[in-house]
């Protein structure tokens, strides 16, 4: 039973445009959400984080979205780079921290020139 | 800050042995977690611990345990190893600051077993 889902496996943009990665949960006690980028051979890298009481949140050129009654959120990266070539993965927490994490599948993003 | 550590960073058992993997969380950071990513399964949560408590726990059998100690250093233990075992374990560190939790992972540990 997957809780956390990202429907697509890799996504491609042009640097420069906006990149937009989506994430659908099933868990309506999920009440904390993240999105990480993960490199080959790394671990994860914290991008950016929401509460369910929000709405938004931005951090540079990461953006979160989060709709709660459509079970949805979304990343936005504006402008994209050749670095943020990497899998995303979104994650969910029902501890109102970033504990006890349920991850997504991940999305490849290719940032081309 | 030095970052998430984890050691040793590749290891290869046989099956029916046992394994304990280490790591150390950034300076301050009281709570460690761990994860198992495995491609078949994507990344899943094994256990929590914070102020040497066992906070939160993952859907895995009683073989995985681990443990913090008063630094908030943090040990995974695997008995009688089997070859779905075989993964790359995560162990992650957080903190709380400004009403949002940030939690940062170490580089993992690559455990194989055949």
């Known amino acids: 039973d997957q809780q956390v889902k990202q429907n697509s496996p890799s996504l491609s943009v042009q640097e420069g445009r906006i990149s937009i990665l989506n994430c659908d949960y099933t868990?309506?006690?999920?009440?904390?959400f993240l999105w990480y980028k993960k490199y080959p051979a790394e671990g994860p890298t914290f991008l950016i984080s929401?509460?369910?009481?929000?709405d938004k949140n931005e951090d540079g050129r990461f953006t979160v979205f989060l709709n709660k009654s459509a079970k949805h959120l979304s990343l936005h990266i504006v402008p994209s780079q050749p670095g943020d070539s990497a899998v995303y993965f979104c994650?969910?927490?029902?501890?109102?921290?970033?504990?006890?994490?349920?991850f997504g599948t991940g999305t490849r993003l290719q940032v081309t020139l | 800050k030095a970052g998430v550590t984890q050691t040793p960073r590749y290891l290869i058992k046989t099956r029916g042995q046992q394994v304990t993997l280490s790591c150390s969380p950034i300076?301050?950071?009281?709570?460690v977690s761990w994860y198992q990513q495995t491609p078949g399964q994507g990344l899943q949560f094994l256990f929590e611990?914070?102020?040497?408590?066992?906070?939160n726990k993952g859907n895995f059998p009683g073989r995985f345990s681990g443990r913090q100690f008063s630094n908030s250093r943090s040990e995974m233990n695997v008995s009688t190893l089997e070859l779905g075992d075989s993964a790359l374990y995560l162990c992650?560190?957080?903190?709380?600051?400004?009403?949002?939790?940030?939690?940062?992972f170490g580089p993992g540990t690559r455990l194989l077993v055949l």
């Open positions: 868990n309506s006690m999920f009440d904390y």
């Open positions: 929401i509460s369910s009481i929000k």
């Open positions: 300076s301050g950071h009281r709570s």
């Open positions: 992650a560190s957080s903190y709380l600051a400004g009403g949002q939790e940030t939690q940062y």
């Open positions: 994650a969910a927490s029902a501890t109102g921290t970033a504990s006890k994490l349920t």
């Open positions: 611990y914070f102020s040497e408590t066992q906070r």
